[in-house]
């Protein structure tokens, strides 16, 4: 090939590609579950419809949706008050599960006496907690806090632990071989090993937190979206119930989201194995 030729398939071979294929690549895992939600909507005000349920029984989604746009100001409010309580106790109980799970991956000895009692932690009911903790506490914020923090440590501590103490043995020993400290293995090895359990709990801590914060305002608070609902049922305003109902479930999603997003930025390497992961499973042929 001649220089004027090279230099006229240059440009086209540094052409940068159209962004199209690649936005479309990006929305192509939500279509499936948008799909799917549209359609079950759709059915449901199609059933409420043509079966002529109560209002009071089961609001048709665009009853919802009135109920969404009628009360949105004090939607807002109620909002901020669990959102911030959802936060602020995930917080403190990830914390919480992130030393544990050091101290528990530390020492046997501690893991075999802690590890029980973080289990049966998790196995008294949070609506027989929540009472107890307003006692104790009154009906403050720190009630609720509490009962969003014992919500999120044990998902975080148990995938914490389970991430540190599945170190590679080689490359701690290697590590050691080469004159490392402990300090050394710790900030090497066991902290970037420890960074996908850390955010599968995280996951896990995030998708329960507005949950519990919602049951510690239902058992007692001055606001809040547990407090609304309380206080719709008593109204036997269903649809303004439902409308509390889609609300939650869109903020436990944002604070999915935003773990996911700070996975991105703290481990980016597990970004590329998850799209490698998902390519190699689009490729099985079963």
Do not use: C
């Amino acid at each position: 090939m001649t220089a004027p030729a090279q230099d006229a398939a240059a440009p086209a071979a540094t052409a940068p590609r159209p962004a199209g294929p690649r936005s479309r690549r990006a929305a192509a895992p939500w279509l499936p579950p948008v799909a799917l939600l549209v359609g079950l909507v759709a059915l449901w005000e199609l059933v409420v419809v043509l079966a002529d349920i109560p209002d009071y029984v089961l609001p048709a989604p665009s009853e919802v949706a009135a109920a969404l746009v009628r009360n949105a100001d004090v939607l807002a409010g109620h909002t901020v008050s669990t959102l911030t309580t959802a936060v602020v106790g995930l917080v403190a109980g990830a914390s919480v599960g992130v030393g544990l799970a050091f101290a528990m991956a530390a020492s046997t000895s501690l893991r075999a006496a802690l590890y029980p009692l973080v289990v049966v932690s998790q196995s008294i009911p949070m609506v027989v907690l929540a009472p107890l903790f307003v006692v104790w506490f009154g009906f403050g914020l720190l009630p609720r806090l509490l009962v969003v923090a014992l919500v999120s440590f044990f998902p975080v501590a148990v995938a914490t632990v389970g991430a540190l103490t599945s170190a590679d043995r080689d490359q701690v020993d290697l590590v050691r071989a080469m004159g490392g400290s402990r300090r050394d293995v710790m900030r090497h090895v066991l902290l970037p090993g420890a960074v996908p359990g850390l955010f599968t709990g995280l996951k896990v801590a995030a998708s329960y937190a507005m949950f519990a914060a919602v049951v510690g305002e239902w058992i007692g608070a001055s606001s809040g979206l547990g407090l609304y609902l309380e206080r719709s049922r008593a109204s036997f305003a269903t649809d303004q119930m439902f409308a509390a109902v889609v609300v939650i479930a869109a903020v436990s999603v944002l604070l999915v989201g935003l773990v996911f997003a700070a996975e991105r930025l703290a481990a980016p390497w597990r970004v590329a194995e998850r799209a490698r992961d998902h390519a190699a499973a689009s490729r099985a042929p079963w």
